[in-house]
């Protein structure tokens, strides 16, 4: 099926520092998601972005709804080793049921 | 607290034989989705369930793959005649109405075929 792509595919920082990383498709989205997954869970819905432009904060993150509805990013500031896991992005076209996945970002936070 | 439940948690199976996932939603959610995530890669959509119908049998990889749900509850994933490449985690997710509101996700049920 249609892919979204995820950059980077993995991420190495120390506590303390600032994340960033972003979603890609060729084709519009209506909505941008971003969820975390741990180990041996399944994923949880961060920030859910519905408008074109959107930029939303939850905490230290922050997510954008790019302008051309064909993009998305997820910033993360001040790191802390709890922020560990794999981010997806998702998007969800309009009157259709199911979501489009990103590969994932894995992030690793040094204590 | 009653959240998306799935069984098995692993499921060791061998080429050929057929397996049964189940997938227990949050109590009162009629849209309840499968997906598959295999290593590495992000979650592929299987189906989406509305009630006991399903209006989107879209993601199905074959006609391998077959699942139904009974009373707007729990559901069934059936997989027949595995193959090496249905190795995957198999998540099911549950929303209250319809898609536009958020999917909850179970912890997933890991298949490997040997």
């Known amino acids: 099926g249609q892919q979204l792509n995820q950059s980077p595919q993995s991420m190495f920082i120390q506590e303390g520092e600032d994340v960033s990383m972003n979603c890609t498709s060729s084709s519009i989205f209506n909505t941008w998601l971003w969820y975390k997954q741990e180990p041996g869970e399944g994923p949880v819905l961060l920030i859910a972005?519905?408008?074109?432009?959107e930029l939303t904060s939850n905490g230290r993150l922050t997510a954008q709804f790019g302008i051309t509805r064909k993009d998305s990013f997820l910033n993360i500031s001040a790191s802390i080793p709890s922020d560990v896991g794999i981010y997806f992005c998702a998007g969800r076209k309009f009157n259709n049921n199911d979501m489009r996945f990103g590969a994932g970002t894995r992030l690793t936070v040094k204590p | 607290g009653a959240g998306v439940s799935q069984s098995p948690s692993n499921k060791v199976t061998e080429k050929g034989k057929d397996v049964e996932l189940r997938c227990d939603p949050i109590s009162g959610h009629t849209a309840l989705y499968w997906y598959r995530q295999s290593l590495g890669q992000g979650l592929e959509f299987l189906i989406y369930f509305q009630g006991n119908s399903a209006p989107d049998k879209s993601g199905l990889p074959s006609d391998r793959f077959s699942a139904e749900r009974t009373g707007g509850s729990v559901s069934t994933l059936t997989i027949q005649r595995t193959q090496q490449e249905d190795s995957a985690v198999y998540l099911c997710a549950s929303s209250l109405v319809s898609s536009y509101n958020e999917q909850f996700f179970g912890p997933g049920t890991r298949l490997t075929v040997l």
């Open positions: 972005l519905y408008k074109a432009g």
